[in-house]
């Protein structure tokens, strides 16, 4: 685990400052509850996001919106026509909540939705998240939310490596969200990190090469972009993609040992870069994905292998592998091990990197 003690208040600073910048100049991504005020706007907006995707949600939104445009509206209509247009979101505990709480502050409360964190989230169904969200965004309170996309950015910048999932990652990531927080502009910060993880610091192959925050983000300078967030109970995969880069620069590859509790801990492997989904991979697209991800502009595709497969026990892992050269090392490569190619045979792989390694003419990693 990081100690967040040693991450400079300089770092958080230019964080802070470089991320309103962004949302400032280049966020483009629009949403019709964006400097929305209305809490009960907010809060219908954060209720139907849950478990749900932006795309499928907005369109339930919308039609709430337009059939019940105040809390009063939605407390007094009927539970069959609400569950209705509910109908397709699933989760229906969410609707139950939101039709008890409608009524909980429309009759209880005189319409009146509460005004501070500490009232917003005792309301049934509305956990620390949505609760900091109708804080910040509705009356500009400072209290920093945390979602996935606030997860991910947060872990690769700083390095931490607490899994997300337990009640210590929770802990932690929301004491240093805090701290990064601007107390001045919370509700637009907080809609700017949100913004910032969904269309630069993605899931999968993130916008490396040109992120402002990548001269002093842990996991681009350590190669740790696709490894954090961590998550301490991962979902059993029975098929899984594997695209190993091999990257060569004046007789020299990187390997790096892999740590993780995973199959294969302990021994050696290439750059690994892991999909949900095989890719077609082409001398373009990978050329595109180094300048992307890893900011590697001068590069020279050498080969992209076939297809490897090894079953395990539980999984199965298909794997390629793609050549590099490099003329020099670049910064996001410098925490990888770099060693002679004609060392490599003292190392320990995977099996399905050996049987590619000796599937080779001549026994030459190029």
Known sequence: MRNNNKIKEAAKRFFTNQLMGWNQDKNKRNMPWKGEKDPYKIWLSEVMLQQTRVSQGLEYYNRFVAAFPTIVDLANASDEKVFKMWEGLGYYSRCRNLLYTARYISYELGGKFPDDYSRIIQLKGVGPYTAAAIASFAYN????????????????????ETPIDTNAGKMEFGEYAQTLLDKNQPGLYNQAIMDFGATVCKPAAPFCGTCLLSG???????GQVNQLPVKSKTIKRTKRWFTYFIFHTKGFLAIRQRRQKDIWQGLNEFYLFETEKPIQWTNE????????????????V???????IQQLTHQQVTAQFIHIDLPTVPVSLKSMDWIQEKEIGEFAFPRIINAYLEAIPNKKVR
């Open 216 to 222: 002093q983000c842990v996991a681009f300078l350590n």
């Open 285 to 300: 697209n990978v050329l595109q994905w180094l300048e992307q991800q890893l900011a590697i502009e001068s590069a020279k």
């Open 302 to 308: 050498k080969s992209i292998s076939a297809v490897q």
């Open 141 to 160: 309170q400072p209290y920093a939310v945390l979602d996935g996309n606030v997860f991910r950015v947060i872990s690769r910048y700083t390095g931490i």
